[in-house]
């Protein structure tokens, strides 16, 4: 007699690879087709082979046809293999034989594997052998084959051995690869739902901050763009090699647990039905409250989405578990549910935790961030540049009064507000208290913010050119507004020092109204470093001081446009006009002229009314406002800006 | 051989098997009576170890049969639904059963290709329903299991064939002591098969009897007196059922044949007939009313 408890059974490998090995081969033809075929066509092109290395990795090469399969085969896979499980002909003969579950899991499980590996594996030497006989050192290098391989694999035994976890808790094929699917994005979508619905509901609560922190990484599916430009981290791989292990160890208990009968059963493991029920409710609620939070924007209507989503989800789910339309009866279930749902939100509106009254005490703060929102916060310094904490005592005592006139207000729920305000402490113990508001208008807090703003702080943590050193600035180069193409551009030391100085004191000496609401200028101006970052800023009209430096200078005339570039200007309202600006700005001159003929409209050709116009041109953005044409000398087309009511000079009210 | 001990079985929270309890001992054929829905199939999926059941336990040779592989190598199932891989010929097949079941004995396989005369290149699922009931005996009979387990194994099978089968079947009970377990809603399909007859009836064994005991213990007695029949006449017998047509008595009562015979004769009756009777009446007069209610099983 033959030893009887051989670890390996060739039968059930013939077998599997009678009914599955077809798609080991479509596999391979596809890697063929993707990667030696198409790597081929470029070396036999004369001009690709001019460039070194066109991509990064080896997964550009087709890299929509990788993708789909890298995902695809191992899910294809894990539905025939274990398609056995789901049919009750085929289950009850396979477990009469004398083969242990946790064996037969390992042998499909093997030859799945082998059918995964075996196409790449191929793939990679082909891939080698064309490096060693060709030129195709200057396509892919040796490495790139090993980390195309290796992360291959990875993804695509990660996706199957999922499967075939998704496999173990279903009896019906069609729901193993809907679950897998949904399994592959699941971690990710539902801390989505989770954080956005949190935000509606927690006052401040920073939902971006939480859901921009590469939550990707959750999701196999949405972290695979990461291999066009590079290589999976070492910490994933190693995640991803855990999860593996953890989902196929899961698999044999699950197999143990299951129940051969439980054949054609949405759920075969029964403790799991309810799971899976209020699971599916919980998502459905969630986003139905997402829907309406983010499209109405309201709390009532968020409600009336998490009753109206529980209520499809819960139906959906029991119709599936049960295979059955006539699933009224099973109500109870969803009374128990709603009734935690509500204790759930009612719990999160007592807010035990304290998180909405929050404001961490002052000698706990080590620095604090003030940004308009997240996006802010979350760019990169060398983007934007004045993303720069806050430590002094007085900004942080003030920053906290903000914050506290933030939260007695109640403001930021849901409100129909288009502001934010995006406040982070950086406490001394290293952790983070990050809160986002939504606000109705800044002006609500322009109080609180005006410390801020005005601080000479603020100001250098903001706006670099508050807090250059003139020693680095190789040239300052002043532009104009308007068609004329005049600027000043200065280059010696001592005009640069004495320049750099006085833009910024002007800039120091900005009131809060300065800051944050639209300034009629003149000109821009731009530092260039030695380090070749250019600094931008506005010569705004008000600058009386850069004005007088650039008049001793002689240079003024240069800088701005003058009384003098202008032949006249014609000044109407809005309303009175019926020549509205063309799409291309340009504007009837013919029409213009008659409105000054019917007194509708002001023509300016005085030089001291002139420069009164262009010191206040640029000042508005509403209807709230003059049109003006300025006609330069010479110029057959006038330049249109606009100047707010209350920067008017009186001759232009009187009209 | 096989002791079923109290087992429970529950789908979707509906009880399908009620504490069973049976015992079928080493050569012997047992048969599973019951109607549709009675169990049948969930019992012997539960002692073929593809069910787990809820409560109770399954010995073979004393020990649990679930995930047992040492028991199931020695024993083969064939359910009512059979089961072949796709595309697969019966040789291929037969390589499957040979790498499964250490017992498998090609000589055996090669002999019964004479008994069933089926091509073995083609394939199994090209064949008709009866050939692949044929062709699942012929492997199972090749892996030359102790125990063997049919679910409803005749349905499909022609009367020749079906003697065939049945021939198989208790010459290897004969030669080598196997045991088989047979399941069927008809009993007379399987009473010239089984020496052992259990009655499952909505998740419960109702009853469970050597038929041999039983043939030999229930006699049919038909008696007619010159005068009265005499009022003691079954005094000490165990009467089962009594019915008068005219002056002819016709009694079914229990008891050893010799001493059912000479208790009668002592009362010196003009006609004395003993007669065998059919399983069919014998069930009916030992169950009863259950009997009734059983009654389509036994037609």
Not at chain 1, 190 to 212: E, K, Q
Not at chain 1, 518 to 527: A, D, L, M, R
Not at chain 2, 188 to 216: A, F, P, Q, T, Y
Not at chain 2, 293 to 299: C, S
């Amino acid at each position: 007699m033959r030893s009887r408890t051989s670890l390996f059974n060739r039968e059930i490998f013939v077998q599997t690879f009678r009914s599955a090995g077809w798609i080991s081969i479509v596999y391979l033809v596809a890697l063929l087709f993707a990667l030696p075929l198409r790597i081929a066509m470029d070396m036999t092109d004369g001009n690709a082979i001019d460039y070194y290395k066109p991509f990064i990795t080896l997964f550009n090469y087709h890299s929509e046809i990788q993708m789909l399969f890298m995902f695809g085969v191992p899910i294809l896979l894990a539905l025939v293999l274990f398609r056995y499980l789901n049919s009750k002909q085929s289950s009850v003969f396979i477990h009469s034989l004398p083969i242990k579950r946790p064996a037969l899991l390992h042998h499909f499980t093997a030859a799945g594997i082998l059918f995964l590996l075996a196409p790449v594996f191929i793939t990679s030497v082909i891939l080698l052998i064309m490096h060693a006989a060709s030129n195709a050192e200057s396509l892919f290098s040796i490495t790139d084959v090993f980390q195309w391989a290796g992360q291959t694999l990875l993804f695509s035994l990660l996706t199957f051995v999922l499967s075939i976890f998704v496999g173990m808790l279903t009896g019906m094929t069609a729901v193993q690869g809907v679950l897998t699917v949904i399994m592959l994005l699941f971690p990710y979508g539902i801390s989505i739902l989770v954080m956005v619905n949190l935000s509606y509901f927690l006052n401040g609560f920073a939902n971006l901050f939480y859901m921009d922190r590469n939550l990707e990484i959750l999701s196999p599916v949405l972290t695979a763009p990461v291999l066009l430009d590079g290589m999976l981290s070492k910490l994933q791989v190693l995640s991803y090699i855990v999860l593996i292990a953890l989902l196929y160890t899961g698999s044999i208990f699950l197999y143990q647990k299951r129940r051969i009968e439980s054949v054609s059963q949405a759920i075969s493991i029964r403790g799991l039905q309810p799971v899976f029920i209020y699971g599916v409710t919980f998502c459905t609620m969630l986003f139905a409250g997402l829907y309406y939070g983010e499209t109405q924007n309201s709390t009532s209507w968020i409600i009336f989405g998490y009753i109206a989503g529980s209520m499809l989800g819960y139906l959906i789910a029991t119709m599936i578990v049960e295979k059955t339309w006539r699933v009224a009866g099973k109500w109870k279930g969803f009374v128990v549910y709603a009734a935690s749902a509500a204790a759930l939100l009612f719990l999160i509106q007592l807010d035990l935790t304290g998180y909405e009254k929050a404001v961490p005490a002052e000698q706990d703060i080590q620095s604090v961030y003030v940004l308009d929102n997240y996006y802010e916060f979350s760019a990169p310094e060398d983007q934007i540049p004045y993303k720069k904490k806050l430590y002094s005592k007085q900004n942080i005592q003030s920053v906290r009064a903000l914050h506290q006139q933030i939260i007695s207000n109640q403001e930021g729920k849901i409100t129909a507000g288009h502001d934010t305000i995006f406040i982070a402490y950086k406490l001394k113990d290293g952790e983070h208290l990050v809160r986002e508001y939504n606000i109705r208008s800044r002006e609500t807090f322009k109080n609180e913010l005006r410390p801020i703003f005005e601080s000479d702080e603020y100001k250098k943590a903001t706006n670099p050119i508050a807090a250059l050193d003139s020693k680095v600035v190789d040239k300052i180069k002043i532009f104009s507004n308007g068609p004329l193409n005049k600027s000043v551009t200065l280059a010696d030391p001592k005009d640069i020092t004495e320049f750099t100085e006085i833009a910024q004191r002007e800039l120091l000496n900005e009131s809060y109204e300065m800051m944050t609401e639209n300034q009629p200028v003149f000109s821009g101006i731009e530092f260039l470093t030695s380090d070749n970052n250019t600094h931008y800023m506005d010569y705004k009209t008000s600058y009386k001081t850069i004005e007088k430096w650039l008049t001793n200078k002689g240079e003024i005339k240069n800088a701005r446009i003058m009384p003098d570039d202008l032949s006249h200007a014609i000044v109407f309202k809005q309303e009175d006009q019926d020549l509205k600006e063309e799409e291309d700005g340009m504007i009837d001159v013919k029409k213009l002229n008659k409105l000054v003929e019917q007194g509708k409209a002001l023509r300016v050709e005085d030089k001291k009314q002139l420069d009164a116009i262009l010191r206040v041109n640029g000042s508005g953005d509403s209807d709230q406002s003059y049109l003006v044409a300025l006609f330069y000398q010479e110029q057959k087309f006038p330049d249109i800006g606009r100047i707010d009511f209350n920067y008017a000079p009186g001759f232009m009210k009187d009209f | 051989m096989i002791d079923v001990k109290n087992i429970h079985k529950q789908f979707d929270r509906q009880a399908i098997l009620n504490g069973v309890s049976l015992s079928v001992k080493k050569g012997s054929i047992y048969g599973l009576l019951g109607s549709n829905g009675a169990g049948k199939t969930t019992l012997l999926n539960t002692i073929s170890g593809v069910y787990r059941q809820d409560k109770g336990n399954v010995f073979i040779d004393q020990q649990p049969v679930f995930e047992n592989l040492e028991i199931k190598e020695k024993m083969v199932f064939i359910p009512d639904t059979l089961y072949f891989f796709p595309q697969y010929t019966i040789d291929q097949t037969a390589s499957f059963y040979k790498n499964m079941y250490s017992g498998w004995n090609e000589e055996r396989y090669v002999a019964l290709r004479e008994v069933f005369g089926i091509d073995t290149s083609k394939k199994i699922h090209k064949l008709s329903k009866g050939m692949q009931r044929q062709v699942s005996f012929w492997l199972s009979l090749s892996a030359m299991p102790d125990i063997l387990i049919l679910d409803e194994p005749f349905d499909g099978l022609d009367p020749v064939m079906r003697k065939k089968i049945k021939n198989l079947l208790v010459q290897d009970v004969a030669e080598r002591e196997m045991t088989i377990m047979i399941s069927s809603h008809n009993l007379r399909e399987v009473e010239d098969l089984c020496d052992h007859i259990g009655i499952l009836h909505k998740g419960n064994l109702l009853l469970e009897k050597d038929i041999d005991d039983l043939k030999s213990d229930v006699h049919k007695v038909q008696l007619a007196f010159k005068h009265d029949t005499p009022s003691s006449l079954f005094s000490s017998m165990q009467l089962l059922y009594k019915e008068e047509r005219g002056s002819v008595t016709l009694a079914i009562v229990r008891g050893d044949y010799d001493e059912v015979t000479a208790h009668f004769q002592n009362y010196d009756p003009v006609i004395y007939d003993i007669l065998p009777l059919t399983l069919e009446e014998i069930f009916i007069y030992e169950m009863g009313d259950a009997g009734y209610a059983i009654k389509n099983i036994l037609v």
